[in-house]
């Protein structure tokens, strides 16, 4: 048995170093090279036209900032975070004691914890930002999966919906924002609301010009199942339900997450354009309030602001893309 178990362990870690070494292989070694260094070539390019373009364009608020002055900026919004979270820390404790004391005098007393008055910073906004793309993206998924495999699985509805689609997918959200605040103004009155209205604002007007990319995949994704699995579905006489999630949703995967990863990408660029004309918390906001100031330093702060949607935007991508392929499996 213990010779058999050696074997065993042996021949595993024979597999498991012949493996390696094909990963280490010749060919693979240059695939590898060619996919680290190339990007690393194109981004030290673009960061030396940078330092060398941005001196020569002369604004009102001086030449343009250069990978330093950016670099430098993001250090000082990072320690002006850090410094906020201290005092507001500091804030909570001092009311914890002061707490402690007036239970001391008065076990009946009712007291609470307020939240740290202060500014949000550049950290708290790109964090407010995913929270309310994030929120507009999922309501788009939840009107415009249902709603595209409906028109999928239907001609009739699709030819009926089709003209909608064609009229209101290409409106700008400059175009729904006025109209969203003042509905939402009309509507949502309370006197302990749940959501700000600036949140509300900005995410239904993230759904309405982000949903269509979703919808319109969606509906060609089911409408163009394979024949010969509809065929099977009806021979075997499945119910509406069990033909969509066993036929239906299997094939149409990869042509939705197609369409949510586009509509990912337009959500987060219609959320810093809504968040800077409804002036609701949020990158957008952080914009235009640097671009109000007029400092010196406004203009480095706006270009780390434009790294970070940028990079952030990148990140939903490729998040949305490891989804889709676990989730479909013949992609």
Same mark, same amino acid.
């Given at each position: 048995?213990?010779?058999? &178990? !050696? *074997? ?17 292989? /010749? !060919?693979?070694?240059?695939? *590898? ?26 604004? $009102? ?6 990978? %330093? ?13 850090? @410094? ?24 009946? %007393? ?21 929270? *309310? ?24 509805? $699709? ?6 689609? =064609? ?19 009309? *509507?949502?009155? &309370? ?25 319109? @995949?969606?509906?060609? /994704?089911?409408? %163009? ?72 330093? &406004? ?24 989804? =889709? ?7």
């Amino acid at each position: 048995m213990t010779t058999l &178990s !050696q *074997t065993d362990s042996l021949s595993s870690g024979q597999r498991w170093l012949r493996a390696l070494m094909e990963k280490l292989s /010749g !060919q693979n070694l240059a695939e *590898t090279g060619r996919q680290l260094l190339l990007p690393a070539i194109g981004i030290a390019l673009f960061l030396g036209f940078w330092h060398l373009a941005a001196p020569q364009v002369q604004t $009102s608020l001086g030449a343009f900032p250069g990978p %330093a002055d950016v670099l430098e900026q993001s250090g000082q919004l990072w320690q002006e975070h850090s @410094n906020q979270r201290d005092r507001a820390a500091q804030f909570v404790t001092m009311q914890e004691e002061r707490n402690e004391r007036i239970l001391a005098e008065n076990p009946d %007393a009712e007291v609470k914890i307020r939240d740290y008055p202060g500014a949000p910073t550049f950290v708290d906004q790109i964090f407010t930002s995913l929270g *309310t793309v994030l929120a507009g993206f999922v309501l788009a998924t939840i009107i415009a999966v249902p709603l595209g495999i409906i028109i999928g699985l239907n001609r009739h509805f $699709s030819a009926a919906i089709n003209p909608l689609i =064609q009229i209101f997918k290409p409106v700008s959200p400059l175009a729904w924002l006025p109209l969203v605040t003042m509905v939402v103004s009309a *509507t949502y009155v &309370s006197d302990d609301p749940m959501f700000e209205k600036s949140f509300l604002t900005s995410m239904i007007t993230v759904t309405l010009c982000s949903l269509w990319p979703t919808l319109i @995949n969606t509906s060609v /994704g089911v409408s %163009a199942v394979n024949p010969d699995l509809l065929n099977v579905s009806k021979v075997l006489q499945l119910s509406f339900w069990t033909h969509v999630r066993k036929v239906v949703l299997p094939s149409s995967v990869p042509m939705i997450f197609t369409g949510l990863r586009v509509s990912l990408g337009i959500a987060w660029m219609v959320l810093i354009a809504a968040e800077m004309l409804a002036q609701s918390p949020g990158l957008g906001k952080f914009v235009w309030d640097e671009f109000q100031n007029g400092s010196s330093e &406004s203009l480095s702060r706006i270009m780390v602001a434009v790294l970070a949607i940028g990079f952030i935007g990148f990140l939903l991508d490729r998040i949305m893309l490891l989804i =889709q392929k676990k989730v479909a499996w013949n992609e």
